[in-house]
């Protein structure tokens, strides 16, 4: 169609999405990366609420425990000293540094999946972020709630299950989302220990084609696509639980 | 069973529900209670009277260990439930207690306010634990809000709510901590109409309160607290129109 004058900047464009994206097979980096990307994040957001839960739930019964025995007075002690020690390691050092060392220092002499170095690095890291947001959330809720729940005459464990946590859980969905978020890009340091996840295949497409902004575009859009999704389903859900409530 | 240390004999007859001996709570180095003697039996309705930071609601969460006491017993139903080895939980199943700021659970309906400890604690049945919670709620004329989450009632009906709350589990005694005092003044009326029926129906209560023409019409005892001491029990009549110590005397001269 030589006569229909087509603008030089589509011609361009669609040499280099061509030149990026078709030839080779190329998109199937940003696919299979996409792939491992979500795949740390959903195992590592796991890890995260379990590890998250368990350190906030050790760290406010220390401060609030009443009545109890030496022994879980001092069992406690010591849980609520290493759960610390971990807050203030975890937090106090960057992520990279976390997963590098995960993968060249602790399991630096077992041949262990990558993925799995990642799924752990990550969910250990956000273990500590979702535990302090947890913690404030506990902390949050009115020591009445608790009062009632103990003078009906449920033991500390089911006051927390059946009372404190549900009402907990409502009120730090949105900050728990938002740390959800921050693990998926988070995760794209993950090519420091060279796992191919959304980042690095956009940058392998690049270090082929030698073409640099559309690979990298292409894995910022699909990154934001990914987020703006994420956070549609956040405020759904809090709207859900708000609604139940009212 | 009797051979324990923190067991005695009881017989529910002759024996108080409740006895308390030098009962001591310490908040750092202020002295709360400052050995507290108090024997409450089957059927008494307590009210615990006296001015502001007296020790009335530590005095009160101490009888179901929501405060830990410092030193001396409280034997309940003839269990010394301040010994540690207690189990704290089953016998707070028995002493059902109403707060001031009514603590309903937000999350739940009322329904499930009222049946979730039945179920849970006395593995009652959905169905029988929701029969008994719809006959209490008639009782207190709340039979239609079931269904209702506690943030659409007002503040009468959560308190009613909290009484039902506690009566669902079949307590031997209820303990009240100013029911009435987070209430506006047209809806003080209801709660204490309830808690006259309970005590008609012979409901062991110890009540703490400002509600002195109340606490002059139900109580089968007044309890005057100061300091962190007793100073003064009697019968309402005998506390109200002769008081004995200065103390009690200038303290109604106030609040009556
Ligand atoms: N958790 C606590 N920590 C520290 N001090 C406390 C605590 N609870 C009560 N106190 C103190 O103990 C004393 C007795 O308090 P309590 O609440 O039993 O008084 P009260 O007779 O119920 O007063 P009010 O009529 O105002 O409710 C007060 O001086 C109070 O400040
Ligand atoms: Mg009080």
Redesign the interface.
Known sequence: MPDIAVPQFLIEFKDAFYLNFIKDNRWKYLVDGLSVTLRITFFAVLIGIVLGFLVAIIRATHDKV????PLIKGTLSVLNFVCNVYLTVIRGTPVVVQLLIIYFVIFGSVRIDKIIVAILAFGINSGAYVAEIVRGGIMSI?Q??F?????????YG?TMW??II??TL?NVLPALGNEFIVLLKETSVAGYIALADLTKGGDIIRSQTFSAYMPLIAVALIYLVMVIALSRLQKLLERRMRSR?? | MTNNPYMKPFNPETDPLISVRDLQKNFKDLHALKGVDLDIYQGDVIFVVGPSGSGKSTFLRCL???E?ADGGEIFFEGVNITN?NVD???H??K???V?Q?F?????MTVMKNLT??PI??QHKSKEEAEAEAIKLLERVGLADRADA?P??LSGGQKQRIAIV??LC?KPDVMLFDEPTSALDPEMVGEVLEVMRDLAKQKMTMVVVTHEMAFAREVASKVVFMAEGKILEVAPPDVFFNNPRTDRLKSFLEKVL
């Open positions: 009443g009545r109890t025995t009115d009445g709630q009062e009632a729940g103990r003078s009906l005459g449920f033991n089911q059946f009372i549900p009402q409502k409530d009212k | 179901n260990c929501l830990e540690r704290i939980n089953r707070r199943q002493m059902g207690m707060f700021q603590n309903l659970f937000p999350h979730q400890a849970i604690l989450y943030n659409q709350r506690a589990m």
